[in-house]
């Protein structure tokens, strides 16, 4: 049975300073997406459990693959954010992604301001994210909601804002909007663009 594993981060825990400070880099990666790892990891092992024992209940096997869904979830948004981001990143995307952009949000600031909004505002803990949407074949905003993907849609992140309080607080407070200002600053758009020629088979 395949497992997951936390990946490494493409540059260290220091590399996003001042933006993100080496102590929330670490928390982060480390701690909490490892634990979303090792939460996938036990779960799957105890629905294989269940299933060889047939010991499956509904209510049993609901509350495993919702926490399978979290922790899955978790895992795939948190490995997105790293690769999204770049000491070396910021500025705006060029080319295709550009083009895109400009075609379905009216213009880079226009989606800029409708991401950061998006993250800003999320109710609770979740993700502001760009993705393609494969039936209307476009580009769009969505919230989601602490790790649960909204499935209906078929969507393919590209870039993702983690707008949980773990990835800011320490260092920001309360004020959500200063962290999502930051991140702009970080965004590796040649990570962003790949997702997107993945995502629409260019």
Do not use: C
Request: no cysteine; proline share 5%; net charge negative.
């Amino acid at each position: 049975m395949g497992t997951y594993s936390l990946p490494d981060l493409p540059y260290d825990y220091s590399a996003l300073a001042p933006a993100i400070t080496p102590e929330i880099l670490e928390l982060h990666h480390a701690k909490h997406h490892a634990a979303y790892v090792k939460g996938a990891n036990d779960t799957l092992e105890q629905i294989a459990e269940a299933r060889n024992r047939d010991a499956f209940t509904p209510a049993g096997l609901v509350g495993l693959e919702k926490t399978f869904a979290f922790n899955l979830s978790g895992h795939v948004l948190h490995s997105i954010f790293w690769q999204n981001l770049s000491p070396d990143g910021g500025d705006r995307p060029d080319g295709v992604l550009a083009t895109a952009i400009d075609e379905h949000f009216g213009g880079f600031e226009a989606f800029k301001k409708q991401l950061t909004v998006a993250t800003t505002s999320v109710q609770g803990s979740g993700w502001g994210v760009l993705a393609w949407e494969p039936v209307g074949k476009r580009l769009i905003v969505e919230q989601v909601y602490d790790h649960h993907g909204n499935v209906g849609q078929g969507t393919t992140p590209l870039l993702v804002f983690d707008a949980w309080e773990h990835a800011y607080y320490l260092q920001y407070r309360n004020v959500r909007p200063d962290y999502v200002t930051k991140l702009w600053n970080l965004v590796n758009w040649t990570d962003v663009a790949a997702r997107h020629a993945a995502a629409t088979g260019a």
